[in-house]
């Protein structure tokens, strides 16, 4: 047995999980936010209690020992040195891993080579895992990388249609990202798999930020999400996939640098920017039900684009046996799950259960298509934090990891 911490830097922020492995019991979680400013919040919740402080934490070694002090007060544990190993999610990790790994200096310099990819997150990453180190060296840090997963891509599935010695040279490709949940939801989608079935799988992590992956034999053929995690289906604030020359039109017609313009496509576009509404999917369906007709198109916008890589990713596989959703708006918007099958109904003769279509949301899990239904359908609330810590605790453990 040996407790294992699953940690999420970023840039203002610091979520930590504490599980017991191998037996996986969450002993303890939360969550350091606002980390830089004056009234910044800090959350740890242990046996059905919450606790909440707004308390200054000027950097990420301020949370770390503000949460390492909380799990002794707490008697979480009685001494900080029973956490073995901490397990760092990175955002990008390039062409450099298709796994997890122990940390060492070599690592850490490809981390860090790779922050022009991922500005805003490898950095928070290795800010994170260094105030960790600083207050736990002799505990094993291992690095789980959200772009390991998309790494058995095939050459034409990753590169770009641009001169190959630009993709050669600067390493830009697809790299794809949300990984680890899509590693997740492949392994937990094996038992709705009907017997005998070709273990090809679909899975749509639909959230804020979305991606879909053509997955078959729990390995990745294909990913929505390209170069950065901008590309793919429409989603919250980013507009997914575009015809380049948007960038240059509007950038000459508004007088925009190409940074300004990248940041309305990230921040300003999406649900939000289509409907002027909100980049929250509750607020577009309740403007929808009310008739705005921005709210509408943003809502059909959305559903054509997941649509569209749907049927991309059955060609992909050459026929579909489960379809996942899963994240914010997998798990919990039933309206989507049930426009995106009922349009898959005459192609792929998806039949979904409205009953238990309704019924499965907030992190419950399970089928919601008929047994006459040729593709299964089922919900999965993700976890990456598992993930995370089984194989952090696979290093520890000294077992080779899957
Ligand atoms: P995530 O980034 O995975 O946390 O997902 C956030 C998205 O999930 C937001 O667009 C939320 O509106 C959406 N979401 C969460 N709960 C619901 C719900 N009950 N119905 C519709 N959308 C939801």
């Keep these: 047995m040996a407790k294992i911490m699953a940690v999420n830097a970023g840039s203002s922020s610091l979520k930590f999980k504490l599980y017991e492995m191998p037996s996986e019991e969450v002993i303890t979680s939360g969550i350091a936010e606002r980390i830089g400013h004056d009234d910044a919040i800090f959350t740890i919740k242990y046996q059905n209690e919450k606790d909440t402080k707004i308390l200054p934490i000027k950097n990420h070694s301020v949370a770390v020992d503000l949460l390492l002090k909380a799990l002794i007060e707490k008697e979480i544990v009685k001494d900080i040195h029973e956490i073995k190993a901490l397990g760092h999610r990175i955002v990008q990790g390039g062409k450099y891993f298709s796994q997890s790994v122990i940390v060492n200096e070599d690592v850490v310099n490809k981390v860090r080579s790779l922050i022009p990819l991922a500005p805003l997150h490898n950095e928070a990453h290795l800010i994170g895992y260094q105030a960790f180190k600083d207050a736990l060296p002799e505990s094993l840090n291992v690095f789980t990388f959200d772009t390991a997963f998309h790494q058995t891509m095939a050459e034409e599935d990753y590169l770009f249609p641009i001169p190959y010695e630009l993709s050669i040279k600067y390493d830009c490709r697809r790299y794809g990202a949300h990984g680890t949940s899509h590693k ?98 509750r607020d577009i369906i309740d403007a929808v039900n009310q008739g705005n007709p921005r709210a509408i198109i943003a809502d059909k916008l959305f559903i054509r684009r997941i649509l ?15 379809i996942i959703f899963s994240a914010g708006i997998g798990e919990n918007a039933s309206y989507y799950r049930q426009k995106i099958c009922e349009a898959l109904k005459d192609s792929l003769s998806v039949i979904i259960d409205n009953n238990k279509n309704e019924e499965m949301i907030r992190g419950k899990e399970g089928l919601i298509s008929t047994n006459e239904s040729k593709v299964q359908v089922a919900v999965i609330p993700t976890d990456e934090e598992i993930m995370i810590a089984r194989d952090t605790y696979a290093y520890f453990a000294n077992k080779n990891i899957e």
């Design 184 to 281: 997740y939801l492949a392994h937990e989608g094996q038992k709705y798999l009907k017997k005998g079935s070709l273990n090809r799988i679909i899975s749509c992590h639909i959230g804020s930020g979305a991606s879909l992956s053509a997955i078959k034999n729990e390995k990745c053929l294909a990913t929505s999400m390209g170069l950065t995690p901008l590309g793919g289906v429409m989603m919250g604030t980013r507009t997914g996939d575009l015809d380049p020359s948007v960038m240059d039109y509007l950038c000459r017609m508004e007088n925009k640098s190409v940074s300004e313009m990248y940041q309305i496509f990230n921040k300003q576009s999406g649900f939000l920017g289509v409907s002027g509404v909100s980049n929250d999917s």
């Design 308 to 322: 569209d890589y749907i049927g991309q990713y059955y060609v992909r596989l050459g026929g579909v046996d489960l």
